[in-house]
């Protein structure tokens, strides 16, 4: 386990899937990440890549052959290697291997990068391209919130704060996780999403066309929050497990395949790719206040 901390943050990091497991505020002591109760939803904040959401057929296809790929991909199962660390900078990396070539035939080195500056954690994913052609991914992030923050709240105290006031209207899946081309418009109040225990009954909300590149978890009883800035990422999932005291808050580059054909990988919707020997590189941040 890899600890950073500062006078304001102390976060954990473990080496499976350099999965962040801990985000504690020390001046008011609250533990602001999902602690991974495994009979409700095992994990903490696991990072998806090289593909975001599930494949059709679970398989990814790429220069006319098919590969057996996992829903959010490998990376979150992969133990990490920590080429650097300091009191508050960390760099994880997952190097291109005969197990990853089972299901992604690229050469690449997948580094997962944590910096704690005040009150700040930047996580920022670089894919280094090590091939001789081009490399096609996708990637994202998953982090799970714990709500309420505080002893005697309700979950119903809290929303989730847009920093622009837009209609919200989310992608609808299919009951295997597939974009099946439907829409449903998500009431909000002003700029605010209410959380209720029944908002993800009907799987993830899926935003495609924000405006907000901001959200904030917030609650009218305090001034406590978790701010998610995800400037590059123009994508973005909130989802919990239904009745669940955790709200995720998940930018993506790339999403779940949409029903209908299998399309190749340089097709998917919102793919990324490297040139060879180029690096690729995205950041998102975590607030606490």
Same mark, same amino acid.
């Given at each position: 386990?890899?600890?950073?901390?500062?006078?304001?943050?102390?976060?954990?990091?473990?080496?499976?899937?350099?999965?962040?497991?801990?985000?504690?505020?020390?001046?008011? %002591?609250?533990?602001?990440?999902?602690?991974?109760?495994?009979?409700?939803?095992?994990?903490?904040?696991?990072?998806?890549?090289?593909?975001?959401?599930?494949?059709? =057929?679970?398989?990814?296809?790429?220069?006319?052959?098919?590969?057996?790929?996992?829903?959010?991909?490998?990376?979150?199962?992969?133990?990490?290697?920590?080429?650097?660390?300091?009191?508050?900078? &960390?760099?994880? !990396?997952?190097?291109?291997?005969?197990?990853?070539?089972?299901?992604?035939?690229?050469?690449?080195?997948?580094?997962?990068? /944590?910096?704690?500056?005040?009150?700040?954690?930047?996580?920022?994913?670089?894919?280094?391209?090590?091939?001789?052609?081009?490399?096609?991914? !996708?990637?994202?992030?998953?982090?799970?919130? $714990?709500?309420?923050?505080?002893?005697?709240?309700?979950?119903?105290?809290?929303?989730?704060?847009?920093?622009?006031?837009?209609?919200?209207?989310?992608?609808?899946?299919?009951?295997?996780?597939?974009? =099946?081309?439907?829409?449903?418009?998500?009431?909000?109040?002003? =700029?605010?999403?209410?959380?209720?225990?029944?908002?993800?009954?009907?799987? $993830?909300?899926?935003?495609?066309?924000?405006?907000?590149?901001?959200?904030?978890?917030?609650?009218?009883?305090?001034?406590? !929050?978790?701010?998610?800035? /995800?400037?590059?990422?123009?994508?973005?999932?909130?989802?919990?497990?239904?009745?669940?005291?955790?709200?995720?808050?998940?930018?993506?580059?790339?999403? &779940?395949?949409?029903?209908?054909?299998?399309?190749?990988?340089?097709?998917?919707?919102?793919?990324?790719?490297?040139?060879? %020997?180029?690096?690729?590189?995205?950041?998102?941040?975590?607030?606490?206040?």
């Amino acid at each position: 386990m890899t600890t950073l901390e500062n006078d304001h943050l102390r976060v954990s990091i473990r080496p499976k899937g350099a999965e962040l497991t801990s985000i504690l505020h020390k001046a008011s %002591g609250i533990e602001h990440l999902w602690q991974a109760a495994p009979d409700v939803w095992g994990w903490h904040a696991p990072n998806l890549f090289p593909v975001v959401g599930g494949c059709l =057929n679970n398989q990814l296809l790429i220069d006319g052959k098919t590969y057996p790929i996992e829903r959010h991909g490998f990376a979150r199962q992969s133990i990490f290697e920590t080429t650097e660390s300091s009191a508050t900078h &960390a760099v994880f !990396s997952l190097h291109s291997s005969d197990a990853t070539r089972v299901h992604f035939p690229y050469e690449f080195d997948f580094q997962i990068i /944590y910096e704690l500056t005040d009150s700040t954690l930047t996580i920022t994913y670089r894919v280094v391209n090590e091939d001789e052609k081009m490399v096609y991914f !996708s990637v994202g992030a998953h982090p799970a919130f $714990a709500v309420p923050f505080l002893p005697g709240e309700a979950y119903e105290d809290y929303f989730i704060e847009f920093d622009q006031k837009e209609p919200l209207e989310t992608h609808m899946l299919s009951a295997a996780g597939f974009f =099946n081309g439907e829409t449903k418009p998500v009431p909000t109040v002003g =700029n605010r999403l209410p959380l209720t225990k029944h908002l993800f009954d009907q799987d $993830a909300l899926v935003f495609k066309e924000l405006a907000s590149r901001r959200v904030a978890i917030r609650s009218d009883r305090h001034e406590h !929050s978790v701010t998610v800035d /995800y400037p590059a990422f123009p994508y973005l999932g909130i989802w919990a497990k239904p009745g669940a005291s955790f709200v995720c808050i998940e930018p993506w580059l790339g999403c &779940a395949d949409s029903e209908g054909p299998q399309k190749p990988i340089e097709e998917k919707e919102d793919i990324q790719h490297v040139e060879p %020997g180029q690096v690729f590189t995205a950041s998102f941040t975590v607030t606490v206040a």
